[in-house]
T-cell receptor, first 117, second 119 residues
Framework: GAGVSQSPSNKVTEKGKDVELRCDPI?????LYWYRQRLGQGLEFLIY????????KSGLPSDRFSAERTGESVSTLTIQRTQQEDSAVYLCASSNAALAGVVREQFFGPGTRLTVL | AQSVTQLDSHVSVSEGTPVLLRCNYS??????LFWYVQHPNKGLQLLLKYTSAATLVKGINGFEAEFKKSETSFHLTKPSAHMSDAAEYFCVVSIRPLRGSSNTGKLIFGQGTTLQVKP
């Protein structure tokens, strides 16, 4: 079956421009996560969506970052007024609901490589 | 707070020799632990996970890891390295979501270990 997909795969933008990244989770997965991976480093958690609950935005690095998700479908991560330090690979993951007492495997998309010039 | 430390940023082994990638964790709660692998230009793939069942966990491609609570370690091993094992490996910790808590089950990644396999 189809995995997590992300678009675009690569994005080059100029400093100060806004960018929008898209994630299509696996059908039926209610939990969706965004992570950022800077060159040579591990992943940093950004934001989490679970069904219709309020998202966990605790990982967003600044108010230039925002994300939306409609129901249990597509999510978009928006970065306003991009800076060079925003250059990274942005990864999306989805999983079945985060039930009490159970940690579900997260399935990752291929990522969007963002380069801010 | 939860954290993960991968003790080696780079490990180099010869093909056919054992692999050991070291990981220590810190967690105030009973952790779930994972190892993910990332091949160049490919997405992250789950190798194995520990969720409080058997302390010795077997994963894909011959990898296994042992949870040692007394040492707060979760080292990844493989008896015999293959060229195709060359990749970036991440040790990951997550807290199990508690009923009524705000915990999201988000993953906390280590900095990664690059495994090089020489012919």
């Amino acid at each position: 079956g189809a995995g997590v997909s992300q678009s675009p795969s690569n994005k080059v933008t100029e400093k100060g421009k806004d960018v929008e990244l898209r994630c299509d989770p696996i059908s039926g997965h209610t939990a969706l996560y965004w992570y950022r991976q800077r060159l040579g480093q591990g992943l940093e958690f950004l934001i989490y969506f679970q069904g219709n609950s309020a998202p966990d935005k605790s990982g967003l690095p600044s108010d230039r970052f925002s994300a939306e998700r409609t129901g249990e479908s597509v999510s978009t991560l928006t970065i306003q007024r991009t800076q060079q330090e925003d250059s990274a690979v942005y990864l999306c993951a989805s999983s079945n609901a985060a039930l009490a007492g159970v940690v579900r495997e997260q399935f990752f998309g291929p990522g969007t490589r963002l380069t801010v010039l | 707070a939860q954290s993960v430390t991968q003790l080696d940023s780079h490990v180099s082994v010869s093909e056919g020799t054992p692999v050991l990638l070291r990981c220590n964790y810190s967690s105030s709660y009973s952790p779930s632990l994972f190892w993910y692998v990332q091949h160049p230009n490919k997405g992250l793939q789950l190798l194995l996970k520990y969720t409080s069942a058997a302390t010795l966990v077997k994963g894909i491609n011959g990898f296994e890891a042992e949870f040692k609570k007394s040492e707060t370690s979760f080292h990844l091993t493989k008896p015999s390295a293959h060229m195709s094992d060359a990749a970036e490996y991440f040790c990951v910790v997550s807290i199990r979501p508690l009923r009524g808590s705000s915990n999201t089950g988000k993953l906390i990644f280590g900095q990664g270990t690059t495994l090089q396999v020489k012919p």
